[in-house]
T-cell receptor, first 117, second 108 residues
């Protein structure tokens, strides 16, 4: 029944490796997101994506790339992992509101803790 | 610049006591403000949402207030419980500008 699920929950890997984190939502939302939460617990947007538009936070290295096989999935691929990539990554989804209306709340997965050694 | 600042950064209170968390924002245009609760090891979960015309919204022991003129919001927690220990995040607008969060610890 989990609305937004992401796997794996924990990921430990060595520098230089390439890894992926998967995300699926069963809420029928049009927009999905990836956030990075640093050691100070601040959530920073990395990408937002719907079937029309990918918006990339310009501070995100191009080693990070989102891949969406369909509306319910948004996977995160990371190439050439670096020590500084260690963080908790959250997937989320929402349904944009109509003109002037509020979007639905963000629904988050439970995060993937990535540790790069 | 669109910013959301929260205070205090962290807070420790005794079980059963009340507390108030603050959120100041400069997001423009304003559409809505949400408070989220993030338990350790979990993703944030929405507690309340307020639009421009609302100045208070309750969800059980959680009451959020909004002053759109001064661009301030508060989250008041009544009769705190150990399970209230979490991070509380203020998020403003449909573009989801995140605050810096307040870490609340409720001790027995």
């Amino acid at each position: 029944d989990t609305a937004v699920s992401q796997t794996p929950k924990y990921l430990v890997t060595q520098m230089g490796n390439d890894k992926s984190i998967k995300c699926e939502q069963n809420l029928g939302h049009d927009t999905m997101y990836w956030y990075k939460q640093d050691s100070k617990k601040f959530l920073k947007i990395m990408f937002s994506y719907n079937n029309k538009e990918l918006i990339i936070n310009e501070t995100v290295p191009n080693r990070f790339s989102p891949k969406s096989p369909d509306k319910a999935h948004l996977n995160l691929h990371i190439n050439s992992l670096e020590l500084g990539d260690s963080a908790v990554y959250f997937c989320a989804s929402s349904q944009p509101g109509g003109t002037g209306g509020s979007s639905s709340p963000l629904h988050f997965g439970n995060g993937t803790r990535l540790t790069v050694t | 610049k669109n910013q959301v600042e929260q205070s205090p950064q962290s807070l420790i209170i005794l079980e059963g006591k009340n507390c108030t968390l603050q959120c100041n924002y400069t997001v423009s245009p304003f559409s809505n403000l949400r408070w989220y609760k993030q338990d350790t090891g979990r993703g944030p979960v929405s507690l309340t949402i307020m639009t421009f015309s609302e100045n208070t919204k309750s969800n059980g022991r959680y009451t959020a207030t909004l002053d759109a003129d001064t661009k301030q919001s508060s989250l008041h927690i009544t009769a705190s419980q150990l399970s209230d220990s979490a991070s509380y995040i203020c998020v403003v607008g449909n573009q989801f500008y995140f605050g810096t969060g307040t870490s609340l610890t409720v001790i027995p």
